[in-house]
């Protein structure tokens, strides 16, 4: 409706120029003779010089005896008619048949002007909604189509649970006979629950898709706007849509911009979200009832709800949908993988097992990374080196290879994260380390990278203290080469994960036996929501302080342990990094082992190689001090 109103704006505002247009060109054109005065034309008839003449109005054309027409305006009181037969002059009257219709239209065109504009403004106030002028208060709901791409539960991978508890929706919207003869109900919602990225939205266009019914698509920061009522007359009509069209779906993307607990934040809420969210909840499970409306909404908020919207009736279901474990990954990464031709060197189950804690998001990410690379490069096809220098992209941050070091800095970088390295592998309970490098990546000089092999759900005591061992490494690498006072701002990284860690061994996991099972973690951060109703007075605080201290202190003493035992390998590993810049965890094995990092033996020869010489390595332990301050902090070891 709107639409056929702005063309028929637009229409009538184009009639009125063209006829403007001729209104004005018509007049005009009679002046395109030669106009002298009204004297002159008195001359001239009385000389007998006009052959004749025509009166059109206030307009007087005539032609003269040399066939040259001429035009003059003749005054109000002249008394033309006579002279003209006086002088035995022929005369032609014109009509004016367009005077009256030309008068009209001017008098009619201030007022068709000023509707067609009020009609513009009021288009233009309705703030995008429909239905003319006053749908400020309608829908913005949008119809998905197979235009737009239709999904299958094909395309969506790595989250077979989540699947499972919406395959049955979708046989609800198939066949209803085959639940409502055994007494049951479709459902009335669902609520999809995930971090971001996981693949909420698709698994909503997935069930449209398989069920084939109309798909509603919403926002909800569409409702809430700053006037109030106007988000829940949104909601109002964008059930009236959905019942037209029932059986059919509506999702709603980030509920919880809608949703939120009633009564909290400042000043007791928000007015007009409060009015949206009552409006849902009454259209969800009020007194009429929608039959054929399923309600899916998404959020990585579950805890904000408001728990009206929680209850059964409305959202019936809550299904999780957590981050891919490793078989997800790889089916993930197969199915972003379909467009891209790979070699036949690239295993998709090295890289699902390469990237724990990656989402759906971030996987199609790095498929996509490595066809770029690919594509940068001029291949073909994308390789498994590809995917590795995408997989480090993604991970560790872009390489900076123009940034300017001086040969104290990297050295420095080197043995730093040489220390890190012989740590992690020299302890059983810490993840395998998957590579060192001290290219500058991100924010920091250099980093070395563990990756576990297969998707960790605990973490056990002995393997806290271990990776706190590894963590603190860095510093006791370089204190070990250079002496405590030439110590750099390197590991301030390492000091930030490692203080994290213990305090949550101390305050939320139990692992001290002098603070015990008590989660201090909220009353110690000073959490406004805390439940626990207590305070923790000073004497715990420093109990915990001194724990946490000692853990980190601990784990500091066994890194510089391994080290000062294993200075040989820790000797080797520096000046290999130094040599290679960046090694894998198969290289940094052979390295330590005085191998070179690869069997290439046309380079080297079959023993020893390019490995980094130990007796050629000159021990200056605290004697070399680069400059301290210089290191950037690692965001991970």
Known sequence: MGNMRNLAFWVVLLVLIVALFNLFNGSGGTLQSNEVSYSEFVGSVKSGDVRNVTLDGEQVRFRRADGTDYVTVKPDDAEITSLLIDNSVPIKVQPQQQSGFQTFLMSLLPIILLIGVWIYFM???QGGGKGGAMGFGKSKAKMLTEKQGRVTFEDVAGIDEAKEELEEIVEFLRNPQKFSRLGGKIPKGALLVGPPGTGKTLLARAIAGEAGVPFFTISGSDFVEMFVGVGASRVRDMFEQAKKNAPCIVFIDEIDAVG????????????????TLNQLLVEMDGFEANEGVIILAATNRRDVLDPALLRPGRFDRQVTVPNPDIKGREKILHVHARKTPLGPDVDLRIIARGTPGFSGADLANLVNEAALT?????????????????????????????????????EMTAYHEAGHALVGMSL?????????TIIPRGGALG????????????????????????????KAAEIHKYGPDSVSNGPAGDIQQASALARAMVLRWGMSDKVGNIDYSEAAEGYQGNTAGFSVSANTKELVEKEVQKFIQDGYDHAMQIITEKEVEFERLAQGLLEYETLTGDEIKRVINGLPPTDDKD???????????????????????????????????
Not at 267 to 272: A, H, I, L, M, S
């Open 123 to 125: 288009n233009r106030m």
């Open 260 to 275: 939120r607990h009633r009564g909290a934040g400042y000043g007791g809420g928000n007015d007009e979200r409060e009015q």
């Open 374 to 410: 690919a594509a940068r490069i001029g291949r073909r096809f994308v390789t498994m080196i590809d995917f590795e220098q995408a997989k480090d992209k993604v991970m560790m941050g872009p390489e900076r290879r123009s940034m300017v070091m001086t040969a104290e800095q990297k």
């Open 428 to 436: 059983p309970k810490c993840d395998p380390v998957y590579k060192a």
């Open 447 to 474: 980093m070395v990278m563990s990756l576990p092999e297969m998707d960790r759900l605990n973490m056990f005591k002995d393997e806290c203290h271990q990776r706190l061992a590894m963590t603190m490494a860095g």
């Open 603 to 637: 380079e080297s020869g079959p023993d020893e190689g390019n490995a980094p010489s130990v007796t050629a390595i000159p021990k200056a332990k605290g004697k070399k001090t680069p400059p301290a301050g210089d290191l950037e902090p690692e965001p991970s070891v």
